[in-house]
């Protein structure tokens, strides 16, 4: 009897271990998935609507970025132009933008404009645009987007005209809705790379993190050049 209860308890210890050891690997293995998953990019392609610079350049700068971000249009209006002149136009680095949606519903709005200034080969124009609009008459004064509506389909509407895109044209895109999809998948992806705010600045794969200035941006360039 006791002979069967030892050999009784010897197998049950033994399932037990078998099992944690199972379950290690399970696990390990499930970890090794979700990291391949979640590792960001680390060089961008010009051949893409929303790059620009030389495809041969060293450094890849690419900007994870809501129309909606105050940071991200202090970003846009006062430190990309001095990158984009010391370094973009002079061949260093070439540039990507990767809109995301997430702050209020002028952001999917704005986000979707993008795709319907793509159509017409006008993005930077809208870009730009966008950017300068809501720094000059919202964010440099420190309004909330969060609690101030800054951007509308109508307002969207205006600003591309002024940027010089057809008006009709890009009316009917974005007033049927076909874009949103686009706006959403490429915030469904920024979040699987673990972005969930912006703006999110990768140089050659290496996050730029805290407050963001010019110094800081062309120290991690100089770094990759």
Known sequence: MYSYIKERATFIVVAIVLLIGFMVIVGQSSGSTKSEATVLPTTVSTSQPM?????????SLIQYSDF?????????????????TDYIQTGKVKF??????????GSTTAGEGAYCAIDQNKFWDYHDAIYNYVWATAFSKGVDPKSTTILTTPIIESISAQAGLDTTAFTNCLESGDKKSAIAQATNTANSYGITSTPYLLVNGHKIGGNLSLETVKALIDSQL
Not at 51 to 59: E, I, Q, Y
Not at 68 to 84: A, D, N, R, V
């Open 96 to 105: 990507e933008f990767r809109p995301m949606a997430f702050i209020a519903q």
């Open 68 to 84: 909606l971000c105050p940071s991200c249009s202090y970003l846009t209006t006062q430190i990309m132009p001095t990158i984009e």
């Open 51 to 59: 790059t620009r610079g030389n495809n041969d350049a060293k450094v």
